[in-house]
């Protein structure tokens, strides 16, 4: 996620401007049975953000993002209210709510993962690995079940005081259930960012952004990964996926892609860079979009998978 943002200029806390309206947008269909609802449109819920990622849906469907250049975590509610949920938020970027309602975030500012509470109180998880400081976590994906999945590529920060990466790579890493035990279990990519796995635990996406393309792994019971195979070749940003076993990527707009790598439908937004991805809303069949300065929305006929299960 937000391999964009180092060329954003750090500016000052920018006000919520919530602007409902339709974009201009088509989606390109490869089949008339299409990810989106029929007639559906992207449309732009909130805007005059810096750059908006990370976006998850809680248990009740409410939507959380980032604007990270501002520090805040944002949330935009079932009935469609935006507020700010926390501020300062330790630069989160990708973000992934747990089985018990934790909220789960990458804390760029200090190459941290975070578990923070509904109340906003926050616990840092962990903030290296073999005593060295991680490059900067930037997705998670939480396994049903307990443990999780991050991606750990190096994006310079302006926020940082360091310039040279931590580790010797960007690699994949699992956290088991104990909240203890750090295991790096992919280290033969070249920039791992967005990641997902499938609501059976059995199977996880990682988008190498850096060699533009999409793995696909087997997770294996302790957590460890086997059977690497290609996906697409597509690199993203944010990853998400629907209960067909749809995947979707984004960068330019949001691709989307069946089960067997096929490319089946392209929703384009109106903005430079589309960052991430989640289903949310009560039925969980409206695709969030973080693009650039916007949120965005687009009713979907498939519902998307729950996360945390």
């Known amino acids: 996620m937000n391999s964009m943002l180092p060329a954003l200029r750090r500016s000052a806390l920018l006000g919520l401007i919530v602007v409902p309206c339709l974009a201009v947008v088509t989606t390109a269909r490869a089949a008339e049975d299409g990810v989106t609802a029929p007639g559906a449109k992207v449309e732009r819920l909130a805007g005059d953000f810096e750059f908006t990622e990370g976006p998850t849906a809680d248990a009740t469907g409410s939507v959380f993002f980032t604007d990270q250049p501002n520090d805040r975590i944002l949330k935009w509610s079932v009935d469609g209210k935006l507020s700010v949920f926390m501020q300062p938020a330790g630069r989160a970027n990708g973000m992934c709510f747990d089985a018990q309602g934790q909220l789960i975030a990458c804390a760029d500012e200090n190459n941290e993962l975070w578990s923070i509470s509904p109340d906003g109180k926050k616990t840092v998880l ?42 010797d790579g960007q690699h994949v ?137």
């Open 173 to 309: 890493y699992y956290l088991a259930p104990d909240g203890k035990t750090l295991s790096r279990v992919a280290d033969d990519l070249k920039t791992p960012n967005g990641i997902v796995g499938t609501p059976d635990g059995k199977s996880l996406f990682v988008a190498d952004i850096g060699a533009g393309k999409t793995y696909q792994f087997d997770i294996q019971a302790d957590g460890r990964l086997a059977n690497k195979r290609l996906f697409c070749d597509l690199g993203s940003d944010g990853i998400t996926l629907d209960t067909e076993g749809n995947l979707y990527l984004t960068g330019k707009g949001v691709s989307v892609f069946d089960r067997t790598g096929k490319k089946i439908e392209q929703i384009d937004v109106p903005e430079p860079w589309t960052a991430n991805v989640c289903f949310g809303g009560a039925d969980r069949r409206t695709l969030f979009i973080t693009a650039s300065k916007g949120l965005y929305a687009i009713r979907t006929r498939i519902a998307g998978t729950r996360q945390g299960k």
């Open 126 to 167: 962990l903030k290296e690995y073999e005593g060295k400081r991680l490059n900067g976590p930037n997705d998670v994906w939480v396994r049903p079940g307990g443990g999780l999945y991050f991606t750990d590529p190096f994006y310079k920060r302006s926020w940082w005081q360091h310039t040279q990466m931590p580790q």
